[in-house]
Every structure is written in C-alpha cells, then in structure tokens.
C-alpha cells in the first residue's frame, strides 16, 4: 500500500480502524525545534469523533503516544513516532461486508487489488479513522511553518445546498484564521451553522448521508515556491489532499468558473503596495505556472457523502456470485464535512512544509 507521502518530509501512515491501533512516522523534522502539544491536542480534538451529532458515534480519545523522535518538548532530528490506540470497536457491525461490498466505498476494488485479504473492520486501512494520525503530522508541520509566518486555515464551504462565506482572497484576517484553527465546526459566517446542521439532520434521519466543500487558505508564503509541470503547488498540495478519504475533486483560485471567463476578467493585475508586488484579485488562487505568486494559496475541496448508510442498496455477494441487497450496520457518519477541515488543513501543512 502506498501510505507514505513526501520527499523533503516523509509521513508514513499505518494501522487499521479496528486494529490495536494506528499511527504515523515522520522522517526528516529539524531537530531542536519545540513542540507546543497542548496546540497539537486542539487540532487531535476537532478530528475526533463522538463529539457531535453530525458525526459517528463512536468515541475515541485520539491521544498520541510519541514512541521516538522527541525528547521533553523538543525534536530530536530522529523519526518521530506516534502510535494511537483504538479503544472503542465494533467489528462483528461488519461481518456482512466480506462477501457483500458497500456501493460507494472502497471494499470491492480493495477485495480484487488484495485478492479477499483486505481487513475489512470499520473499513481497515482504508477508514477515514487514518486521518488521525495525518491530522498529527500536520499540526507538527503546522508549527515549523508557523515560525516562518505561514499561516493555513480552512472551514466548511458547504453542505448540501448550504453555503457559508468565502475567505477574502487577496485578504485574511489573522484573528479570523485563530478562530478557525480552534473551531470544531469552522465557519466564517456562523450564522449558516443552524441551516448545515439542519442539512445534516435531514440526512441523517432519512438514514442517508450527505457531502460537501472545504475551502483551505495558506497565507504568509512567499513568492517562488515550487517548481513548474509536474512538481508544481497544486500537484504537490493535490496529491496530499487526495490522500483523505472521500475527496473528489480540488480547484484552485476560482477553479472552474475560469472556464465561463475571458482573459480579461481572470487575470490578476498586478500592482506595488508598501514596496511589495501584488495583485488586485485573486482568481490564479496563488498560484502562477506551480509557482506561488505571494498572494493567498486557496483552493477548495470537494467532499462527498459518506457510503455508508443505514437504506437498503443494491450490491452483489462476492461469495455466492449473485446479485444481493445490503443493510449496513454500525457507527457512520451522516457527514464528515466538519471533521475533514483540520484534515484538509493538516495534509496542506505537510505539503507546504514539503515545498519549503
């Protein structure tokens, strides 16, 4: 399985939703840094689970055990490893699903790539019980990077058909960029958070589940970082994003609505302000040929519902070689927008701090 990411710094993310427990190794830290891990408890907080309605159930502490790599508070320049246990699992929820693939979910290409040995409990390797450890890497990564200025936020952009504010491009607020990094539901504008929770509701008791977007930003990086083609920001930042579970698609700056543009109106003027070449808007999201330009990098993500839910739905059994009916059974959630943002926010640290 391909679990590790980065060249300058390598995460390797291992275990299972229902193993013993899960984990990562990142290679390559500095040593001598210093570690703030009440900072790194707040990010572990507002991934983990069981603490919302529109969330799973299913409660886990999600505290690091740091195995090597730090001494005290500070880094020792070997690979720092965290391991955390699993302490609350179901596994008899799924014994339905070895011969019966949830539709939507990775279990039929995982059983043909793995030849039937995938661990299928909770979703193994594949569950979005792996994002724990990367949301650790990324609240490390996160402070290196905050020593050098660069700041990265995200929130809910949306949930179904409701829609929360977008970031300023060319702007952000710092004090708005704290408040998201300690919010377990991030929003810009809070006054949407009643009609996502509604959205969610409606889901949920209609045993369905329901999708939507995250828009991230990264501010206080400067101009000349990345390389062109293939080692590009967007492909660096892409490839890690696409690592979480259930993202579907990522666009950068305005994204697909430059399509419907002309030249005229998508390109970013440039202009000098206190000495400094910026732009007047924002729609390149940062980004010029994989190079950053020193505006805001923003980008959105989609995610989309979760596969499972509690309806009947048609899939095959694997065993029988027949057509079959599923009811899925367990703790899932009706949408894991809000717990993907410090997600989305911590697979950007590893790759901005890749870039760095």
Request: aromatic share 4%.
């Amino acid at each position: 399985m391909s679990s590790t990411y980065g060249d300058k710094i390598k995460i390797s993310i291992f275990g299972e939703s229902h193993g013993n427990g899960i984990g990562v190794v990142i290679d390559g830290l500095p040593a001598g840094e210093k570690i703030d891990m009440d900072k790194v408890l707040v990010q572990m907080a507002r991934r983990a689970p069981g603490k919302d309605k529109t969330a799973t159930p299913r409660k886990e502490s999600d505290l690091p055990r740091m195995l090597s790599g730090m001494l005290g508070d500070t880094l020792t320049g070997a690979p720092l490893c965290a391991i955390i246990e699993n302490t609350n699992t179901r596994s008899g929820d799924y014994g339905n699903l070895l011969s019966c693939p949830r539709p939507g979910h990775s279990d039929y290409a995982a059983f043909v790539k793995y030849n039937g040995a995938n661990d299928i409990r909770g979703g193994g390797h594949f569950s979005g019980r792996l994002t724990a450890p990367i949301v650790f890497a990324g609240a490390i990564c996160r402070q290196l990077l905050e020593k050098k200025g660069i700041k990265i936020a995200a929130h809910i952009n949306s949930i179904g058909l409701v829609s929360d504010e977008p970031f300023n491009p060319v702007s952000i607020d710092g004090e708005l960029i704290e408040r998201l990094n300690n919010s377990p539901f991030a929003l810009i504008d809070n006054s949407v958070e009643e009609k996502m929770r509604n959205e969610v509701e409606e889901a949920r008791m209609s045993l369905d589940s329901v999708g939507g977007t995250i828009e991230c930003a990264v501010t206080g990086i400067e101009a000349g970082i990345g390389e062109p083609m293939f080692d590009g920001v967007e492909g660096v930042i892409a490839k890690a994003v696409f690592g979480v579970p259930a993202i579907k698609g990522i666009e950068f700056g305005r994204g697909f609505e430059l399509s419907k543009m002309r030249g005229s109106q998508s390109n970013d003027p440039f202009r000098y302000e206190n000495g400094r070449v910026v732009t007047e808007t924002n729609n390149c999201g940062g980004i010029l040929g994989g190079i950053t330009n020193g505006m805001p990098v923003i980008f959105r993500a989609v995610v989309k519902p979760t596969p499972s839910i509690s309806q009947k739905q048609k899939t095959v059994d694997l065993q029988k070689k027949e057509n079959a009916e599923l009811e899925i059974h367990g703790r899932h959630d009706p949408c894991i927008v809000p717990r993907a943002v410090p997600v989305i926010e911590a697979v950007t640290a590893v790759a901005i701090a890749n870039l760095m």
